[in-house]
């Protein structure tokens, strides 16, 4: 009689806990990235409606895209707002339908909702570092394919205003998460097949966790700008030619 309601106590332990963790993977692999989603839904539209009523000014666009960087103004790091969207992203190696919001900082609320730029880092198009955070795995999986980037792919920055293209340098690689040379304004190319970045410019950083469900590490890759167009001209081409 004792050994019975033993081994029953024990099996609606071993139900309970399996319950519990069936419930965990649930929470980690589809509701944190539903909520990611729609957050990141949100950003988006809370930048298009902000872009919408800015008063744009697409002369000086245009000579800022001549001159293959806009005029520093708009790049001061200290207008962005903590923990509020003020770019969209596209890396048309994920999928011709990747996009998601860039925002300001990198805590872990401003990371449910889109990629982090961090602070102290060059702002977008800028002389020095563009450095941007984001998930490897839940909250959406925006870096989820970040081992496929290569030497040569495309990341598309719009901040309502122009069209900032960077082109990788070398495909990503490993390093420990204190390794803030990775942010300096001259990064530090740590991957012996990294083009070797010795003198001032205008890079960007990506960063990301790194086993797939680990933070032991990060993954790192590197781009350079290359290309700044008006957004006033429509989508550069490797997003598919004119429009938003």
Known sequence: MTLRIVVRTFSEICVTVGTLIVLLVVYVLYWTGIRADSAMDDQMDTLTK?????DKDPGSTQNAAAEA???EALHDDRSYEGGKPFAVMYIPRF???WRRPVLQGTGVGTL??????????????GEGNFAVAGHRRTYGDPFKDFPRLRSGDVVVVNDGRAWYTYKISSRPYKTLPDDTGVLKPLPKPLDPGAAP????????????CEPEWGSSHRLITWAHLDEVKAASEGKPAVLGGAGG
Do not use: I, S
Request: avoid cysteine; aromatic fraction near 10%; glycine fraction near 18%.
């Open 50 to 54: 902000r872009w919408a009523t800015e």
């Open 69 to 71: 960087g806009p005029p």
């Open 112 to 125: 449910k909702k889109g990629l982090g730029h961090y602070a102290g880092t060059a702002a977008l198009g």
């Open 197 to 208: 970045y010795d003198r001032p410019g205008r890079y960007l950083t990506l960063t990301t």
């Open 95 to 97: 999928g011709a339908d």
